[in-house]
């Protein structure tokens, strides 16, 4: 009995030592250089993204590194250019031969030049299939592939997904300009399609394996609470080939970028990368280069494939609010909707006021959130939707 008392005296101590610790986060800006993108060696064109570190807390999310010089270079010293066709964003179409070896040049405006290691081309294996499960309360998302030459072994996996979505009030105004105008046919503010990428890095390897087959591979989870599934789902499903060491550079990004917090988990560490600063050796760079082709996957999923007793949020709040003001007080509609915070959801309503050559006005609106689509994604149907 003596021992479970020193035992519960001695957890309460400890307990009462733990002190909260927040530690010190800093404000420096180290500018680093990130270089993310794939030199595509099928049809598809070769897409660079070039930005630069933020502060933790930084009001700016992404610094796009523009006026770059970005060339693509094999071992036969053939030299093809990338444009930049967005800030930051520099591609080309280049349909490059898979039998040779590659790598990236970069040369940024303040001077310095970034040089890749030549890469051997990897191109990946076609996708057998992206299907859906549903468990009652999601939609989890698998893709199945295989590699009958057993020469892949490492994979790598990204999404876009794409839904349509109807706005919770219908209503044939829009704010523009400053104003309140009726919508017109460029002006769609009730059916939209919302776009999303995936944000978690999607790995697998069959270097274990006697077969060279991925399947089940978890792609993502799509919970049925989710506007997502409310009418129909679309994703793209892209399918990269890796090497041991580009393989190897992934399970490091992802050990340091999802898996930290408790103290369990792995100290972070810089991930090996194979693209270095010929100019400034001592100058960080972040990204990993690598070569092959891109297969994929796209499927819908339509409301009707499955059975849920409820799908999408709750906009409930939704629910339209009624002004009734006289003529002369607001023209032509109250600040409260002026300003765009809300829209109207039906025509305006004059009546007369006996003995008065007023008249009062009533109006129903609603958030612009709840109104107009456009805030969330676009109305132009996208080219692949069925």
């Known amino acids: 009995m003596k021992h479970y008392i020193y035992l519960f005296t001695l957890v309460c101590i400890m307990m009462s030592c733990k002190k909260p610790y927040n530690p010190p986060v800093t404000t420096t800006n180290y500018n680093y250089l990130v270089i993310e993108g794939l030199i595509n060696t099928g049809q598809d064109s070769t897409i660079y993204k070039l930005s630069r570190t933020v502060p933790i807390g930084s009001a700016i999310a992404n610094s796009p590194e523009s006026g770059a010089t970005v ?84 994979y790598r996996w990204e999404y876009q997904e794409t839904y349509l979505y109807y706005s919770p009030v219908p209503s044939y105004y829009i704010f523009k300009n400053n104003s309140i105008v009726p919508t017109n046919a460029d002006d ?133 609010a009624v002004i009734t003001y006289k003529a002369t007080q607001r023209t032509p509609y109250p600040d409260i909707i002026t300003i765009g915070t809300d829209i109207p959801t039906d025509s305006l309503v004059a009546a007369p006021i006996l003995g008065s050559k007023d008249s009062l006005f009533t109006i129903q609106y609603a958030t612009a959130a709840c109104v107009d689509c456009t805030l969330k994604g676009s109305n132009k149907k996208p080219a692949f939707w069925k």
């Open 188 to 320: 769609e503010t009730q059916v939209c399609y919302i776009s999303d990428t995936s944000s978690t890095i999607l790995l697998n390897s069959t270097a274990k394996l006697v077969q060279d087959v991925i399947y089940k591979n978890p792609i993502t989870v799509v919970p049925i609470t989710l506007d997502k599934l409310k009418v129909r789902y679309s994703i793209l499903v892209k399918q990269y080939a890796l090497t041991a060491d580009a393989y190897n550079y992934y399970q490091n990004l992802k050990k340091d970028t999802e898996n930290l917090g408790s103290i369990f988990d792995a100290q972070p560490s810089a991930a090996a990368t194979n693209i270095h600063c010929i100019s400034n050796p001592g100058v960080p760079v972040l990204g990993y280069i690598a070569a092959g082709s891109v297969s994929q996957e796209r499927i819908f999923i339509d409301r009707s494939d499955f059975y849920a007793a409820s799908v999408g949020v709750d906009y409930s709040y939704c629910g339209g």
């Open 71 to 154: 060339t693509i270079e094999n071992d036969k010293s053939n030299v093809y250019a990338l444009k930049e066709i967005r800030k930051g964003i520099y591609a080309a179409g280049l349909n490059l031969d898979t039998t040779h070896k590659y790598r990236l040049r970069v040369k940024t405006t303040d001077g310095k030049e970034y040089l890749s290691d030549f890469v051997q081309a990897k191109d990946s294996p076609t996708i057998d299939s992206v299907q859906y499960e549903y468990t009652g309360n999601a939609e989890n998302i698998y893709s199945y592939t295989h590699d009958p030459k057993n020469n892949t072994r490492y």
